[in-house]
T-cell receptor, first 117, second 114 residues
Framework: AQKVTQAQTEISVVEKEDVTLDCVYETRDTTYYLFWYKQPPSGELVFLIRRNSFDEQNEISGRYSWNFQKSTSSFNFTITASQVVDSAVYFCALSEEQETSGSRLTFGEGTQLTVNP | NAGVTQTPKFQVLKTGQSMTLQCAQDMNHEYMSWYRQDPGMGLRLIHYSVGAGITDQGEVPNGYNVSRSTTEDFPLRLLSAAPSQTSVYFC?????????????FGPGTRLTVL
């Protein structure tokens, strides 16, 4: 069975601080996919990034960066120079390869990030 | 493209009532799914479909029914609403086949069962 753990329930930072959101996962598959989604106060779910298990390169997109480490089963998300608009709930999710299982997304519990001015 | 649309946005039901949450997508995605979001629990999969005429259960299917008669639509039926079904419901879709790609979510339906 697959599992995603986001141990940080809530994080509060002051604008311009860097912040890292932790994500630890469990799976028995060798092929799997990891995702991050953002849920702003308006409630919709916004896709941020997808990473497959064979690609351990870190990725940077503007102020966002992701650190994937298979050795520790972690897929952490860092926001550099945080802004008030980054305030949201962030979800990490895992999907196994098999289409027959529905390739279901297993979500973590989410981390509420609050960026204060 | 409108993407994934859901109606209604809000709904209040009494215990025992039935209703259908509508979901539609215009991206020709084969894979569609329903999740519910409860505080502190992330999102959990209710039912999913890999194409018209094919549906299967997810993690929390009890009390819900689905059907998929067209590629575009994937309605979720609550057979006899219970307070435990108070939640926010999200529909999602993605391309099927090949590597698993990101799912795209609708805006959600906030359901309260009294």
């Amino acid at each position: 069975a697959q599992k995603v753990t986001q141990a940080q329930t809530e994080i509060s930072v002051v604008e311009k601080e860097d912040v890292t959101l932790d994500c630890v996962y469990e799976t028995r598959d060798t092929t799997y996919y990891l995702f991050w989604y953002k849920q702003p106060p308006s409630g919709e779910l916004v896709f941020l990034i997808r990473r497959n298990s064979f690609d351990e390169q870190n990725e940077i997109s503007g102020r966002y960066s992701w650190n994937f480490q298979k050795s520790t089963s972690s897929f952490n998300f860092t926001i550099t120079a945080s802004q008030v608009v980054d305030s949201a709930v962030y979800f990490c999710a895992l999907s196994e390869e098999q289409e027959t299982s529905g390739s279901r997304l297993t979500f973590g519990e989410g981390t509420q990030l609050t960026v204060n001015p | 493209n409108a993407g994934v649309t859901q109606t209604p946005k809000f709904q209040v039901l009494k215990t025992g009532q039935s209703m259908t949450l509508q979901c539609a997508q215009d991206m020709n995605h084969e894979y569609m799914s329903w999740y519910r979001q409860d505080p502190g629990m992330g999102l959990r999969l209710i039912h999913y479909s890999v194409g018209a005429g094919i549906t299967d259960q997810g993690e929390v299917p009890n009390g819900y029914n689905v059907s998929r008669s067209t590629t575009e639509d994937f309605p979720l039926r609550l057979l006899s609403a219970a307070p435990s079904q108070t939640s926010v419901y999200f529909c999602a879709s993605r391309v099927s086949g090949g590597p698993v790609l990101a799912q795209f979510f609708g805006p959600g339906t906030r359901l309260t069962v009294l």
